[in-house]
């Protein structure tokens, strides 16, 4: 299927040209961020998708953004795409699994290419980017959004300073309440297969944060999780005669408190309830299938090449969202946390918090009192990272960043690969050693941390806290 170029609008030679695969909801960042905010120096020049009605909500899409509608290709069809629209970049935004295919493809035919997280879902298909990035000399980019979030620059900010000194240990804890967590549990996201499991998926955000925050490459991962929530047995226990198949259908819907209404959200309507008929997939699956392999239970403890460690878990059915992270440093203390606002992905909800004072962060130094900062602020999704991210990729010339928040594939290997470990160890039962999974992974660039080297001065004795 392709469709041809429809507006009174030509292309302007002096605009790059972009082309997106997989047209899902978090595409739509990239549209408008090429057809609206950016459009003086971008322009979309080919889409591409499994779903034939989902290229199409897009073409309408770019009318919407009053943009030359670009012509639609289905994914047996992309390296038409390519050959037709000569797009410099290619921008994935497929399932998670497929994500090395289309990334490979378009790096051999000679265009540079931008990824959403996570890179790929284990460690073959990372070695294959790895290997094609090196072959053709193609750049890829990696966007971790989290790392343009004002509050986690700023944590960011204070690591670099040296005001706690060289970071020792990490505790960090996230939570994903019964809106947002649920989600995952009945898209794609369900089967391994598809998108790594939560460890790969959600958190390689964490892990890539981790990383950047340290400016540390992990060296080994040690996993414990499962599935506890999620289950058959608990959907019997909240009085439910399920599982069943699938919201839509469901006879017990109005009785559940996890039933998503795809009809209810024109968004998620168009989307996805509109386009079933293309290719069967049901946005709306029972969150308590037995089918599900995936968990939502899950810690890991990482060493990194710093000798630091990070203490990690991950829940996916709290009662609050947000997450706590802890640095204990050879000079004091560093505490930030977050309570973030319910989330469905594709729909009008804003996952935040940080606008609404859900922000804390606070230094205790080693002796003396802690000290309570001020949260910085930015507006937009995801605390104002996406439209950082989004200048950051689509400006011909960004401002230099002290932060180095720009992520290529080794930092995107560097993060999957805790997720793919961790993985492997549910699987094993034994610690894993990052080196074992992929070979000739170059450090990533990091901004310069406080150096382990030199004397540290002694603690007062007076004024502890």
Not at 237 to 266: I, M, V, W, Y
Not at 386 to 398: C, K, V
Not at 426 to 433: H, I, M, N, S, Y
Request: net charge neutral; aromatic share 8%.
């Amino acid at each position: 299927m392709s469709v041809s170029l429809s507006s009174s609008s030509a292309p302007v030679a002096s605009r790059r040209r972009y082309a997106i695969v997989g047209l899902g909801s978090r595409h739509e960042l990239y549209q408008d961020g090429i057809e609206k905010t950016h459009a003086a120096h971008a322009q979309l020049v080919g889409v591409c998708d499994s779903n034939a009605g989902r290229i199409e909500v897009a073409r309408k899409r770019s009318a919407q953004n009053d943009a030359p509608v670009p012509p639609g290709y289905l994914a047996a069809d992309f390296s038409r795409m390519i050959a037709e629209t000569k797009p410099e970049v290619v921008i994935v935004v497929t399932a998670d699994a497929a994500h090395h295919e289309y990334l490979v493809r378009a790096m051999e035919a000679g265009c540079d290419v931008i990824t959403e997280k996570p890179m790929t879902t284990d460690a073959e298909k990372c070695q294959q980017i790895l290997d094609a990035c090196r072959r053709t000399g193609r750049h890829c980019r990696v966007t971790f959004n989290y790392r343009y979030s004002p509050p986690r620059s700023q944590v960011k900010d204070i690591l670099m300073s040296g005001e706690i000194g060289e970071v020792l240990s990490v505790d960090f804890h996230w939570l994903l309440n019964t809106h947002h967590g649920a989600d995952y549990f009945r898209r794609w996201h369900s089967r391994k297969k598809n998108s790594g499991g939560l460890l790969v998926h959600k958190s390689t955000h964490h892990f890539d944060l981790v990383n950047w925050w340290l400016g540390a490459v992990p060296v080994s991962v040690l996993a414990n999780g499962r599935r506890q929530f999620y289950t058959p047995a608990i959907a019997r226990r909240l009085g439910l005669s399920g599982p069943h198949e699938r919201c839509t259908t469901c006879p017990e819907k109005q009785k559940c408190g996890f039933a998503l209404d795809l009809s209810a959200n024109a968004h998620l309507k168009s989307l996805y309830a509109d386009c079933e008929s293309y290719d069967g997939y049901f946005r709306d699956r029972c969150v308590f299938r037995a089918d599900i392999d995936i968990e939502d239970t899950m810690n890991v403890i990482v060493g990194y090449d710093t000798g630091a460690t990070l203490s990690y878990s991950l829940n996916a059915f709290n009662a609050w969202e947000g997450y706590t992270v802890a640095f204990n440093g050879t000079k004091g203390r560093l505490e930030h946390k977050i309570v973030e606002s319910v989330y469905v992905n594709g729909t009008e909800t804003v996952q935040g918090g940080i606008a609404d004072g859900g922000v804390t962060t606070r230094v205790i130094p080693l002796r003396g009192e802690a000290r309570e900062l001020t949260p910085w602020t930015a507006e937009g999704d995801h605390g104002g990272g996406d439209r950082l991210m989004l200048e950051d990729i689509f400006l011909p010339s960004p401002p230099a960043d002290k932060y180095l928040r720009a992520a290529d594939e080794r930092a995107g290997a560097c993060s999957i690969l805790v997720g793919i470990a961790a993985n492997r160890g549910l699987e094993t039962g034994a610690a894993v050693r990052v080196a074992d999974l992929v070979s000739g992974v170059p450090r990533p660039d990091f901004a310069p941390m406080p150096s382990r080297d030199g004397p540290l001065p002694m603690p007062g004795r007076s004024g502890a806290h």
